[in-house]
């Protein structure tokens, strides 16, 4: 059984910074692609930045640099690097996993969940 574990969420002013972690259980993790995904209050779900199982990165536009996806295939973790938060960018963040290649910023292109990690981020 696929599980998603998040980690790292919290509370910052804006300009700040937060590191967020998702570690994998019970596949083979380096053959699956992964993404970051997040869901304001109100709001449609909403691709951030996705890295598929060759460490290729994409990124939403309105990341515009700030953000850095990463994943280490030795502890089955995957990172999300956010710098120069602002106050928009407030919201449930979830982990997502699909076997193989993607690199769709859409959410229905992936299977499995982690249960999210909040950030708020204050003006």
Request: proline residues 2%; contains cysteine.
């Amino acid at each position: 059984q696929v599980r998603l574990l998040e980690s790292g969420g919290g509370s910052v002013q804006a300009g700040g910074s937060l590191r967020l972690s998702c570690t994998a259980s019970g596949y083979n993790y380096d053959t699956y692609s992964l993404g970051w995904f997040r869901q304001a209050p109100g709001q449609e779900r909403e691709g951030v930045a996705t890295i598929d199982h060759y460490g290729g990165a994409r990124y939403a536009e309105f990341v515009n640099g700030r953000f850095t996806i990463s994943r280490d295939n030795a502890v089955n973790t995957l990172y999300l690097q956010m710098n120069s938060l602002k106050p928009e960018d407030t919201a449930m963040y979830y982990c997502a996993a699909v076997r193989g290649w993607s690199n769709a910023l859409v959410p229905g292109n992936y299977h499995y969940w982690g249960q999210g990690t909040q950030v708020t981020v204050s003006s």
